[in-house]
C-alpha cells in the first residue's frame, strides 16, 4: 500500500509562481520513476515532468525552461517548480510514482488525489 499525498496547487496570477510537493509514503522498497501530470477540462492527462530515480529529468516541450522536476530520495519526495505560470497551464496536477514495495517484485504506479492550479491572466 502506497499513498502520495500532493500539496501546493492554488491560484496565481501570470507570470507568477507554484510549487507543487507530492510526499509518498506506504510499503516503498524502491521507487523508480516519478511524475508529473495535468489534465485541463476537457483534455486528456497529459505528462508534464518525469525524474528518474538518480534525478534526470525530461520535460514536456510546452513547460521546458519553466518548470523544474526534482525529487529528495531520502524523504519519497517529488517537486514541480512552476515559473513564469501562463493560462495555459491551469490544469489539474497529479503525481504519478512507480514503487517497488519488496525485492524480486514489480513496481506498480500509483497516482495522488490532484491539486488544482489556475492561472489568472
Known amino acids: 500500500q502506497v499513498q502520495l499525498v500532493e500539496s501546493g496547487g492554488g491560484l496565481v496570477q501570470a507570470g507568477g509562481s507554484l510549487r507543487l510537493s507530492c510526499v509518498a509514503s506506504g510499503n516503498i522498497f524502491h521507487m523508480h520513476d516519478m511524475a508529473w501530470y495535468h489534465q485541463a477540462p476537457g483534455k486528456q492527462r497529459e505528462l508534464v515532468a518525469s525524474i528518474t530515480a538518480a534525478g534526470s529529468p525530461n520535460y514536456a516541450d510546452s513547460v521546458k525552461g519553466r518548470f523544474t522536476i526534482s525529487r529528495d530520495n531520502t524523504k519519497n519526495t517529488i517537486y514541480l517548480q512552476m515559473n513564469s505560470l501562463e493560462a495555459g497551464d491551469t490544469a489539474i496536477y497529479y503525481c504519478?510514482?512507480?514503487?517497488?514495495?519488496?525485492?524480486?517484485?514489480?513496481?506498480?504506479?500509483?497516482w495522488g488525489q490532484g491539486t488544482q492550479v489556475t492561472v489568472a491572466s
Open positions: 504519478n510514482a512507480a514503487v517497488q514495495s519488496a525485492p524480486f517484485r514489480p513496481a506498480n504506479t500509483y
